[in-house]
């Protein structure tokens, strides 16, 4: 069974803990699979995020690792109408180069999606951490953590210089160690409209 947040905020007009694969429209819509830092559930996770986007159009397997960036510092990923900026941030990076290259993806390469996936830790006691990053960040929507120790065990919701909401959501290392973040957008404009966030995918969901 899934474990999943319910909270409600803006600019979404609604969080939700049901999943919106049962909803119709995959287009307007995205999904976020990532996995935790456990390398006893690695296997298992990529196994689960393989079988979870051949099943479903919406679906996209967050890459975390060095190689799958080329080494370059971000990537962009198209799913549907969804196009998708993803950043790679360590604590060799800037946060004023962090922000720079998310206001470039979105400016320059009309990205409606801003995730970045984070090995900075959720709460550091000196330096920048993921809730710092969010705090100081503009065009970041989500970051997806990957410290293996240091993280939050549920969804977190931050607020950036705009005031506007950051997800910041780590696939906890206990279980199945495998998350997801499910974006739907309005069909008529570029707004977001609704966020579903499980903590812990067990299991797949039976329709698309």
């Given at each position: 069974m899934a474990a999943t947040a319910l909270v409600?905020?803006?600019?979404?007009?609604?969080f939700s803990a049901a999943s919106l694969f049962s909803e119709p429209g995959s287009t307007h819509k995205i999904v976020f699979l990532h996995s935790g830092a456990n390398p006893q559930m690695a296997d298992y996770a990529l196994e689960k995020m393989a079988l979870i986007t051949r099943k479903h159009p919406a679906a996209v397997q967050v890459p975390q690792d060095e190689v799958a960036f080329n080494g370059q510092e971000y990537k962009i990923i198209q799913k549907g109408d969804i196009k998708t900026g993803l950043i790679r941030v360590t604590d060799k990076s800037s946060v004023d180069g962090i922000n720079q290259l998310a206001e470039q993806l979105k400016k320059d390469h009309h990205c409606q999606?801003?995730?970045?996936l984070s090995s900075l830790g959720f709460k550091q006691k000196t330096g920048i951490d993921d809730i710092r990053l969010a705090e100081k960040s503009a065009d970041i929507d989500i970051i997806i953590g990957n410290h293996p120790t240091n993280h939050c065990t549920n969804p977190f919701i931050a607020r950036n210089t705009h005031r506007g909401e950051v997800i910041i959501h780590h696939a906890a290392d206990n279980g199945f160690g495998l998350g997801?973040?499910?974006?739907?957008f309005d069909k008529k404009t570029p707004t977001k409209c609704a966020v579903a966030i499980n903590n812990h995918l067990s299991r797949l969901p039976e329709k698309a």
């Amino acid at each position: 069974m899934a474990a999943t947040a319910l909270v409600l905020c803006r600019p979404f007009k609604s969080f939700s803990a049901a999943s919106l694969f049962s909803e119709p429209g995959s287009t307007h819509k995205i999904v976020f699979l990532h996995s935790g830092a456990n390398p006893q559930m690695a296997d298992y996770a990529l196994e689960k995020m393989a079988l979870i986007t051949r099943k479903h159009p919406a679906a996209v397997q967050v890459p975390q690792d060095e190689v799958a960036f080329n080494g370059q510092e971000y990537k962009i990923i198209q799913k549907g109408d969804i196009k998708t900026g993803l950043i790679r941030v360590t604590d060799k990076s800037s946060v004023d180069g962090i922000n720079q290259l998310a206001e470039q993806l979105k400016k320059d390469h009309h990205c409606q999606l801003i995730v970045c996936l984070s090995s900075l830790g959720f709460k550091q006691k000196t330096g920048i951490d993921d809730i710092r990053l969010a705090e100081k960040s503009a065009d970041i929507d989500i970051i997806i953590g990957n410290h293996p120790t240091n993280h939050c065990t549920n969804p977190f919701i931050a607020r950036n210089t705009h005031r506007g909401e950051v997800i910041i959501h780590h696939a906890a290392d206990n279980g199945f160690g495998l998350g997801s973040i499910e974006i739907a957008f309005d069909k008529k404009t570029p707004t977001k409209c609704a966020v579903a966030i499980n903590n812990h995918l067990s299991r797949l969901p039976e329709k698309a």
